[in-house]
């Protein structure tokens, strides 16, 4: 059992690329005040140092992992937590002595560097094509996750833009 979580680890691992600066950052807000209207969107590790994924929304449970300074994750903040969509766990969105630890993404501008770069409705390559963007073209992304950008004003349920044509 420990074998195959290890396995499993190490292939996520493996899985997340860096992605692309965009050519233009709208600038971060880094207050979390009003963050609970927020539904679902991109954070950014702005803690200057580790911060634990507990298994329930507490900081007595236990934790399961860790997200490093600068790290992308995807949730929805639930009071002081922000529940990660990836099923990991719960992240506390500002520490109580140590103040902010996760800030909302703001859009960002990228070009399209590639021939053409395909919109799809899910993050695969199997996924309908809602949009072909063309070398040049601007693309407003609101996040990254695992080699995915997700492109700005689709549906969140079902919008994630392909970056260069592969998974």
């Known amino acids: ?3 195959r979580e290890r396995e499993s680890d190490r292939s996520k691992e493996t899985r ?3 992605m692309p600066n965009p050519l233009t950052d709208a600038p971060e807000d880094t207050s979390t005040a009003g963050m609970a209207a927020q539904e679902q969107g991109y954070f950014k590790v702005t803690a200057s140092h580790a911060i634990a994924v507990h298994e329930t929304p507490s900081l007595a449970s236990a934790a399961v992992c860790f997200k490093q300074p600068g790290q992308v994750v995807r949730g929805e903040v639930q009071g002081e937590f922000c529940k990660l969509t990836s099923g990991e766990g719960f ?4 520490h109580p002595t140590e103040g902010p630890a ?3 993404l703001s859009p960002a501008l ?3 560097a590639h021939k053409t770069v395909l919109v799809r409705a899910h993050a695969t390559t199997s996924a309908k094509v809602l949009k072909i963007k063309k070398e040049g ?3 407003l992304v609101d996040g990254h996750l695992e080699g995915w950008l997700k492109v700005h004003g689709l549906p969140s349920s079902s919008s994630r833009g392909q970056q260069d044509g592969s998974p």
């Open 1 to 3: 059992e420990r074998e």
């Open 16 to 18: 997340r690329r860096e």
């Open 91 to 94: 992240a506390l969105v500002c």
């Open 102 to 104: 996760l800030a909302p």
């Open 110 to 112: 990228f070009k399209v």
């Open 137 to 139: 073209d601007d693309l």
